[in-house]
């Protein structure tokens, strides 16, 4: 069965005792059951609900894992994760990840023993540090959030296991229409179903895949020992918005083509980044293992401060919001942003700057997001 089948398909049989199609949403809380612990499969939605299970089923066939966990968010999904460390415990993590990942470990787990050290995991002469400093995970992301860069997977993956490590991938910029993580040889892959998953801006949830009983477990008791689970009506919600994940993505990607293409060209560029461009450092790479692009697109302009706020907020079709990943166009401005959290001297160091705009290229016709880019250039 392909990706577009599985994604219409699993998990979403039609309803057995009244034959809906589509299948129904249980919003309870509690579930009776026969005789003191003798359940129906479920008894109590913190620790499971059909929703999930449905949701679950889906994205484990779409990311060729055996085992999906859901979660309430992309955040409670990393929550789950660094959860399952101890006090001792240290990440090595590459050093251009998304922001609010950075805050978690910083403000949250630091406190309590946990510590990540950053290194640019996209230059394999970095990878020694691997075995080197001997973490319990390595934290990675590919492309990016928001420089694009690409790390190779596969060669990470087999770096961390001969290291006696895992590697965690949030795959959250590529979905699982573009790359699958764990057939790469990734222990863990993590996404923010709040983005392209479901695709509709409409509700926020995450998901954890893995191949490994052991992992599966700790995601499990952590969706319901820490309180990460989801609502069983966003799950519905998220479930509806990925059987139309694979025909988006193609739009996406031939959509951030076409605008990558139009930015390249323009006078007040400095750098385009965006994988499936010939010009991207790593694009050999990008083809390797991505199966095309995602619709994020990332420009340094080279206009001054006021010039790039101007610009951005002079947009029709791009609306100046963070988030990602929907079929509506979207434009964030990271440095005051969605990396605000990261210190100034740390963002700029790895190359977030102010002349750097983020685009979440949506599903509308691509020469109208062209010509409402052209229109606010022409008014500076
Ligand atoms: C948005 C995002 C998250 C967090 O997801 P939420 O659903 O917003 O909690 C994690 N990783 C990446 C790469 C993201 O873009």
């Not at 930015?263 to 991505?290: G, I, W």
Request: glycine share 8%.
């Amino acid at each position: 069965m392909e990706f577009e089948t599985v994604a219409i398909h699993v998990g979403q049989e039609p309803d057995q005792e009244t034959g809906a199609v589509i299948p129904p949403v249980y919003l309870t809380s509690t579930f009776a059951q026969h005789a003191p612990g003798q359940t129906r499969g479920y008894d109590y939605t913190r620790s499971g609900n059909p929703a999930f299970t449905r949701l679950g089923a889906t994205l484990a066939r779409l990311e060729q894992a055996e085992f999906a966990t859901v979660f309430g968010s992309g955040m409670a999904a990393v929550n789950a994760v660094i959860s399952t460390l101890s006090s001792g415990d240290h990440v090595l993590a590459e050093e251009n990840i998304y922001g609010c990942t950075y805050r978690i470990y910083d403000q949250v787990f630091k406190k309590f023993g946990i510590t990540i050290r950053y290194v640019d995991l996209s230059d394999p002469a970095n990878y020694p540090e691997i075995a080197k400093q001997n973490p319990t995970l390595v934290w990675i992301e590919s492309p990016t959030n928001p420089l694009l860069k690409i790390l190779d997977i596969e060669a990470l993956a087999t770096a961390c296991h001969a290291a006696g490590t895992e590697l965690l991938v949030d795959n959250t910029f590529a979905s699982p229409y573009f790359q699958n993580p764990l057939s790469l040889g990734a222990d863990l892959s993590l996404s923010s179903t709040t983005k392209y998953i479901n695709g509709h801006s409409d509700c926020l949830g995450g998901v954890v895949c893995t191949n490994s009983h052991a992992w599966n477990e700790k995601m499990i008791f952590a969706q319901k020992a820490v309180g990460l689970n989801p609502s069983p009506f966003d799950c519905w919600l998220i479930s509806r918005g990925l059987k139309t994940l694979g025909i988006r993505m193609e739009k996406h990607f031939e959509n951030a083509l076409a605008v990558a293409t139009f930015l390249e060209n323009l006078d007040c560029t400095a750098t385009v980044r965006y994988p499936f461009l010939p010009s991207h450092p790593q694009h050999e790479l990008a083809k390797k293992q991505m199966r095309g692009g995602s619709g994020m697109v990332t420009a340094i302009f080279d206009l001054p401060l006021e010039q790039v706020v101007k610009l951005i907020s002079n947009l029709q079709f791009f609306s100046l919001a963070e988030s990602l990943g929907g079929i509506e166009s979207l434009i964030c401005h990271p440095a005051s942003m969605t990396h605000a959290s990261i210190p100034k001297e740390e963002r700029e160091a790895v190359g977030i700057t102010d002349g750097l705009v983020r685009f979440s290229v949506g599903i509308e016709n691509a020469a109208d997001l062209i010509e409402d880019l052209q229109t606010a250039l022409n008014t500076l």
